[in-house]
């Protein structure tokens, strides 16, 4: 089952500018965690925000998180060709309803900067 | 740390053969997972252990087993291989339990199944 829904599913912009992604899910969550994922690769953990946090910085990297609304927003601001990327999503919804102990991924955004 | 590693990287099999996936860890990680991606659907957790001895299904567990007889090394096994299960599969492991933890991910094994 997919929890997490990404949008856009595709996302070209020129190097310099702002890059926005959103999330939303279904269920209520305990924490939600964004993962970048080079072509060909394994995929590389951003940031985890957790249910009572609304936003978290690391770097480049804006997250927010509006249980309210169940969406939260990855923002990557200043944005380089090593960006380009796909971006996902995950919480950890299917345990807090009872499932199995992992995380539930969305199908991502794919990044694409332009030089 | 080499962190998380699998093998093999690539794997072409025929319908019915069994194979087993490698995946070991360095970090002294108590949980450990593997998923499946398929093109457009995200990935999908197979099975998980949180600790030696101790395994469990994911969402998409058939066809597939596990064993965790050590806390390093989490062997995925495909009984009787098909079509359906061509797919990149990545291992995972994390300090915590899976729905907690930053999670750190292998480099993946592409597998397809003719």
């Known amino acids: 089952s997919q929890q997490g829904e990404e949008d856009p599913q595709a996302l070209s912009i020129q190097e310099g500018e702002n890059a926005t992604m959103n999330c939303s899910y279904k269920?209520?969550?305990?924490?939600l965690q964004w993962y970048r994922q080079n072509s060909g690769r394994g995929l590389v953990h951003l940031i985890l925000?957790?249910?009572?946090?609304r936003e978290k910085h690391s770097g480049r990297l804006r997250v927010t998180l509006d249980t309210s609304k169940k969406s939260s927003s990855l923002l990557i601001t200043a944005s380089r060709a090593a960006d380009t990327a796909s971006y996902f999503c995950?919480?950890?919804?299917?345990?807090?309803?009872?499932?199995?102990?992992?995380?539930?991924f969305g199908k991502g955004t794919h990044l694409i900067i332009q030089p | 740390n080499a962190g998380v590693t699998q093998t093999p990287k690539f794997q072409v099999l025929k319908t019915g053969q069994s194979m087993t996936l490698q995946c070991a860890q360095d970090?002294?990680?108590?949980?450990m997972s593997w998923y499946r991606q398929d093109p457009g659907m995200g990935l999908r957790l197979i099975h998980y252990s949180v600790g030696a001895g101790i395994t469990d299904q994911g969402e998409v567990p058939n066809g597939y087993n596990v064993s965790r007889s050590t806390t390093e090394d989490f062997p995925l096994r495909l009984l009787s291989a098909a079509p359906s299960q061509t797919s990149v599969y990545f291992c995972?492991?994390?300090?915590?339990?899976?729905?907690?933890?930053?999670?750190?991910f292998g480099p993946g094994t592409r597998l397809t199944v003719l």
């Open positions: 925000i957790r249910s009572n946090e």
């Open positions: 995950a919480t950890d919804a299917e345990y807090s309803g009872g499932g199995a102990d992992g995380l539930t």
């Open positions: 269920t209520s969550i305990n924490n």
């Open positions: 970090m002294n990680h108590e949980y």
């Open positions: 995972a492991s994390s300090k915590l339990a899976g729905h907690t933890d930053t999670q750190y």
